[in-house]
């Protein structure tokens, strides 16, 4: 059986983390991708890549749901167990908020939920600066409940020279806690 994992992209900005782990993962899972409506216009506003354009080159291994497909197989706990777990990259604060007080209104949320109810590993990629007080919470209520929450800040030890490689920086830390290997960054070696 090929591995899985969730892979939800919500309108937060910075889409770009979402596409990259994307195309990444697809290597060596089947990913179960959710893309948020908001996500959609995100990414057509930062990365001029339509809707139709995106699923037309959804690699092989990819099985999309919209958010509204509450039903879907993911949406189950029965089925969430048989993955890695759930990353959510970009991680909008609205979403993060639906997620720290229980709120399934569309298919990310339901997945979170049930991968926070399941004990499967939940990892929510923050891109919003400044926070408030009202996300910080949020963030700490889900991390008492078992999520790792991340904001996307790339480093620079590893002397970064394009865009691309801060997007790397910040996919490859998101892999390191799937214990996933990948040579997108070069590592601190003290």
Request: net charge neutral; hydrophobic share 40%.
């Amino acid at each position: 059986m090929e591995k899985e994992i969730v892979l939800c992209i919500t309108g937060a900005s910075g889409t770009v983390y979402g596409l990259r782990l994307l195309e990444v993962l697809s290597e060596n899972f089947t990913v179960n991708l959710i893309v948020s409506n908001s996500a959609f216009t995100v990414m057509e506003k930062e990365l001029d890549i339509s809707k139709e354009e995106f699923l037309r080159k959804l690699p092989e291994n990819c099985i999309f749901f919209s958010q509204n497909q509450i039903y879907a197989p993911v949406a189950s706990g029965s089925k969430l167990v048989q993955t890695e777990g759930v990353i959510v990259a970009p991680c909008s604060t609205g979403t993060l908020g639906a997620i720290a007080n229980g709120i399934s209104s569309n298919l990310i949320h339901r997945v979170c939920d049930v991968a926070l109810k399941e004990r499967k590993k939940l990892y929510l990629l923050i891109r919003e600066m400044p926070l408030s007080l009202i996300h910080l919470q949020n963030m700490e209520r889900i991390t008492q409940a078992g999520a790792i929450v991340s904001v996307a800040s790339p480093g620079f030890y590893h002397k970064p020279q394009t865009i691309e490689d801060m997007i790397d920086f910040v996919v490859g830390k998101v892999l390191d806690s799937f214990g996933i290997k990948h040579n997108l960054y070069k590592r601190w070696q003290g």
